[in-house]
């Protein structure tokens, strides 16, 4: 009798620690998503200011393909008026 006594006790404290070990799992889980979500929300956000930067940086190099030009154009004006 006694056997079946202790039986018990191991299966009732087994059982509590499989749903605490389980409970435990579940918060971690769902901290580990929350943090995947923000992970994605901050990839989402760095993708479409790389996107912004991207045109700016094309804006500004062909600001200064035009400045470069625009310089080009007169120094060689400006030779070509020396030696004349």
Same mark, same amino acid.
């Given at each position: 009798? /006694? =056997?079946f &006594? $202790?039986?018990?006790?191991?299966?009732? +404290?087994?059982?509590i620690?499989?749903v605490?070990?389980? *409970?435990?799992?579940?918060? %971690?889980?769902?901290? %580990? &998503?929350?943090?995947?979500k =923000?992970?994605?929300? %901050?990839? /989402? +956000? %760095?993708?479409? /200011?790389? *996107?912004?930067?991207?045109g700016?940086?094309?804006? &500004?190099r062909?600001?200064?393909k035009?400045?470069?030009?625009?310089? *080009?154009?007169?120094?060689?004006?400006? +030779?070509?008026n $020396?030696?004349?």
């Open positions: 009798m /006694e =056997n &006594i $202790q039986s018990d006790i191991f299966f009732f +404290i087994t059982s620690a499989v605490i070990i389980t *409970i435990s799992i579940l918060v %971690v889980l769902w901290y %580990v &998503i929350r943090i995947l =923000n992970i994605k929300d %901050v990839s /989402e +956000i %760095v993708k479409r /200011e790389t *996107i912004f930067f991207s700016d940086l094309s804006g &500004i062909k600001k200064i035009k400045l470069f030009d625009f310089l *080009i154009k007169t120094v060689s004006t400006k +030779i070509r $020396q030696r004349k």
